[in-house]
């Protein structure tokens, strides 16, 4: 058969062939050798590397990320900016590292998968995943040394299964590292932002069918009200939720100065390319009244420094909000909602929290967060 025949996917001196081997056969690939010096193998020049064609596709992926198939959780630290993406194992997190993969294709970035390890003088109060179980009054070293086991054990599968989506060819491949770290969630999250100053955090909500206060997850929650580095929030439910260009974006907006600073950095996270955007006025708990100037000016200041996108405005009478912001978000198709972080506590300040609640973390689309 066709697919049976032999082809060549590399030519190499012996040992880096030998190397290309062993490589493409650790991620299942039969491998030949052709070519070699039976009688002195180290001084063969030009060995052929060959496999079936019908597994060229997956070779050419491998071949093309040797790195990311050979030293991923040992590689330094390098030049690009970095994405992190926190990770407690659960399928939700393994959607949110999906959507990482692609951002950081677009934006030639590399990944940090980091999970936080409870330590178990605190194990009544955090439950980090579900599969790690351990005594909770036991502080010795040996329950230590347990659970830091198990959650290599289950970083290991998480990245295997990340490993085996880029070899599938369903997410773009890019460096990436794990880090496990001992502590609650949100400390871990906020040291390693402080030391290493992320381009973007990526970060997995739990979909509209789970319970109204885990609609969001404690730990996103935290992170969205202290966080000083964009946060994108990406909804379980959703099988690709890293929207493609051009997007459909939906800006709430308190109209002031500071929302020209997020619409700035906005637009450096987003890919290239004519998007639309929406940016909607939310009006303060106390407020209702609509300022059209204000809405007129920022769009006038908008059109003139980003001519490359379009823009509409729109206002949100707090009466009807839940009815108006979904029928604005389905009949505009709005694949991401940007919200300027502007203090701590951003949904209790822009507006109502019960409102905020509702239409921001009950719904499937992804969210992006910008401090200013």
Known sequence: MTDDRLITVAIHTYDRARALKSLLEQEGVEVTLQNVNLSSPVSSAGVRVRIHESALPLALRIIENQEIFTSARTRGKGEEPIILVPVDFSDTALQASKTAFRLANTHSAQICLLHASPNPAYSNRIQLAAILNYDSQSE????????????????????????????????????????????????????????????????????????????LGSVTAEVLDTCRTPVFTVPAIIDKSTPTSPLNILFLSNFD????????????????GHHNITLLKVPGKKSS??????????????????????????????????????????????SIIAVPNKKKNIFVRLFNPGIAHRLLFSLDIPMIVLPV
């Open 257 to 272: 100065q500071e929302d020209i600073l997020a619409l700035d950095m906005l637009f450096k996270l987003a890919p290239g």
């Open 140 to 215: 010795d070293e040996d329950s230590r040394k347990a659970i830091a086991d198990e959650a290599n054990r289950q970083m290991d599968l998480f990245t295997s299964k990340l490993l085996a989506s880029i070899k599938a060819g369903e997410i773009p491949a890019a460096r990436f590292s794990t880090k496990i770290a001992e502590g609650l969630p949100e400390e871990v999250i906020s040291q390693f932002v402080r030391q290493e100053n992320p381009m973007l955090l990526v970060m997995g909500t739990r979909g509209t069918d789970a319970k109204e206060r885990d609609l």
């Open 289 to 334: 009244d609509i300022d059209t100037g204000s809405l007129k000016a920022l769009r006038d200041y908008c059109t003139k420094h980003y001519p490359d996108n379009s823009f509409l405005v729109e206002s949100l009478n707090l009466m009807k909000a839940d009815e108006q912001f979904n029928e604005l978000t389905r009949s505009r198709a709005i």
